[in-house]
């Protein structure tokens, strides 16, 4: 039934329970492979007065420490399938529900139903909440 499934992950307390999920998903369901993700968006603040700042230090270390806890969580795990290891900058919303199912045949994604509060999600949206509603593949939220 799934083959590939997509685990977004944001480095959050709930990445790892959402992980053991995703593995115990795929080990029912004999997949071939799992891609732990991580994609950081990228925020550049402007202003009339200040120009426009942006911390390529903070993004290269936030990068490397996402690279880290995806590459722990992937050791000592499944040995029934293969998984992989992604950090990528750009937007999570269509990375996560059109672009990761559309280029690497992703038929399921597991990811996590909170991250951020009710005020940021009111104002932002919530990634979870875009990906349940746009994605174009069956997509299982874990709490």
């Avoid at 959050?12 to 053991?20: L, P, Q, R």
């Avoid at 559309?102 to 979870?128: C, H, P």
């Amino acid at each position: 039934m799934f083959k590939h499934i997509l685990v977004p992950l944001d480095g959050s307390d709930i990445s790892k329970h959402i992980f053991e999920q995703a593995v115990e998903i795929g080990e029912h369901f004999g997949i071939e492979q799992m891609t732990l993700l991580y994609v950081y968006e990228e925020r550049v603040i402007s202003s009339p007065d200040h120009g426009v700042i942006y911390d390529i230090e903070r993004r290269d270390n936030t990068i490397a420490s996402a690279k880290e806890r995806l590459n722990a969580l992937k050791e000592g795990n499944s040995d029934s399938f293969k998984i992989n290891v992604e950090v990528v900058t750009g937007d999570p919303r269509n990375l996560i529900s059109k672009q990761y199912p559309e280029d690497d045949g992703i038929d399921l994604i597991v990811m996590g139903a909170t991250g951020k509060g009710n005020l940021e999600r009111l104002l932002l949206g919530s990634v979870a909440q875009y990906v349940a509603k746009h994605a174009e593949v069956d997509t299982f939220l874990v709490r």
